[in-house]
């Protein structure tokens, strides 16, 4: 039998888990990895189906099995796992029994953030920061005979471990040994029970613990049960945030109190994603969350004698049928592509033979061609530039594999855009353009009575900043700081059933944006409030835009409309985007923004 694991856009981790699994039935196997997924060939399907229910670990990326005809030969390249611990190892963890009992380096070759250890490809011990370190001979054997940990690179254990130190003002308290460490993570506990701050630096990046909500905090799920008491979850938003990927989630609060206490009533939700957020949640499950920040200070810190390399955090939106990454690199990144060999830069990142991960990894780099959308940041004779919007755009089409239907996708960034797009045929079919240089006077030669109305505003409000983009000058018109965050934030928090219309019109092509300033003045001065007029603006754009695509999208004929971009990625816009155009299209192994670009670039 050929069984294909549906696996979207990467999963390399999904591929070790599998082989593990294969391995540990004792059947004969082949195993590959294709566009469509991971594809496992086995003599019998038992005790591999009996082990693949009980073993494999839900993933965002992993949409089910099903049987196959065709059997790929190629094998992935190594990259490190930037995921949370799997069920195994926490089981290892939690057990007193085990070795491994309460160490917070506990992995496998098919979990964990691997990445924070990883120098350069290739991925091997030696290009980690774990090379100095070498297995004990219980380590070794298990290298040999555990399937799960077969030729891992990161593979450690009390016995050959990385200390990890407590320090309390001038104490410090070091673990070697299970002992220890279970020691290590009650005394922290029992310091946050005492109300004390703890810093701890986690696989994941510092991290600013307290047992109290804070201004500002998020919220790190101890408890899971007290947890949905506290928060409004959808069932599949609830399920996402356990996936091995563990993204962060926007969430409501029930808790009056908790509101008050970090300032709002949507939070940061997440669950623990490496050993020391586990082991610590474990001495404290009789609270419903630990509350964080990233960085901060704290009366007593948890380290280790190693920096690990940190990926930005992923947040993950579910808005109706819609789910996609906002942002983030962690749980997505190094990303594996089988069916991609050309070479592309975009910002930070670089895909190169199939594997996309920052550029400072790769080390040197030999391609024939690259292609990037950033003029003069490549210095190679033969670089080839597209379009970042329409790159964005390609790559939701590839994803959903509607690469060669009629297509007419809008790119919602820095740059406000509409293409069309048509297999190889692309062209951009609008460029909403710039905000005015003169804003102020822009507004006020408007029509009668707009300079009346610049005057009116500036006595009572301050004048209008003539720098900043388009939402920090918004924001300042509304009375929001913070640029794009602040809006949406701000937006989030509407309890509403619908909002003003915000004047969104184009004039001879180009978008009137003194026209959308003096819209959202005269509610200003008229009294509304900034929450209404954050949301009316999301809701007001979402409604122009989809509104337009529609009808350009009809004129064309064309069969998909996709979107893009770092401000389409919020709630108000998109419910309101998908109520006009219920099929709308987004990246959903790729953030919004940024990196999917390199995937749509090379297509
Ligand atoms: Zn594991
Ligand atoms: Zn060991």
Known sequence: VILLFRVQGGGRYLFDRIEALAQMAGLQYTIAMGSEGIYLQLDALQPFAELAERELYTSLFFHGITASHEMPDTRPPEIPASIAPCPRCLKEMSDPKSRRYSYPFTSCKSCSNQYAFFLQYPYKRSNTLLGAIKPCSQCQEELLSNPF?????????????????????????????????????????????????????????????????????????????????????????????????????????????????IGGSIATVRAFNDGFTYLLIRELWDHPFLYYEESGEGELSIDFPLTPNTLQESHYLISKGLSLFTQGELGLLPKYIPEN?????????????????????????????????????????????????????????????????????????HRWQLYYLHGERGRRVADFGDLPTNLSHSISTLREGSSKLLHTFSDRFGELPESGDFWERAGAVIGIEGGYRGVVGRAMEFGGKGGVSIDCRLREGRFEYESLFASLMSYRVGGAESTLLAYSLLESLADFFSQLMGEVGRDLEVEEYLLAGKYAANTPFLSRFLRNIPSLKMNRAYPADGYNCLYGITS
């Not at 701890?200 to 500002?216: A, D, K, M, Y």
Request: aromatic share 6%.
């Open 149 to 261: 940990r077969r030729d891992y690179p990161l593979i450690s254990c009390p016995a050959c471990n990385i200390p990890v130190a407590l320090r309390d003002g001038r104490r410090e308290f070091w673990a070697n040994s299970s002992q220890e460490y279970k020691q290590l993570f009650s005394m922290a506990a029992q310091a946050l029970r005492e109300g004390k701050r703890l810093v701890v630096q986690t696989l994941n990046g510092e991290r600013s613990f307290s047992i109290r909500p804070f201004r500002g905090a998020k919220l790190l799920i101890a408890n899971l049960e007290r947890a949905k008491r506290e928060l409004l979850l959808l069932p599949q938003e609830l399920q996402a945030l356990f996936t091995i990927e563990r993204p962060t989630l926007f969430a409501t609060l029930s808790n009056e109190e908790i509101r008050e206490a």
């Open 341 to 413: 060999l050309k070479s592309a830069v975009v910002g930070d990142h670089l895909l190169h033979q199939g594997i996309i991960d920052r550029i400072q990894r790769f080390g040197r780099v030999e391609a024939e061609e690259i292609t990037t959308c950033e003029k003069g940041i490549v210095e190679h004779p033969r670089t080839v530039i597209k379009e970042k919007g329409e790159g964005a755009l390609r790559s939701v089409a590839r994803e959903h594999t509607v690469e060669d239907r009629k297509s007419i996708g809008l790119f919602f960034s």
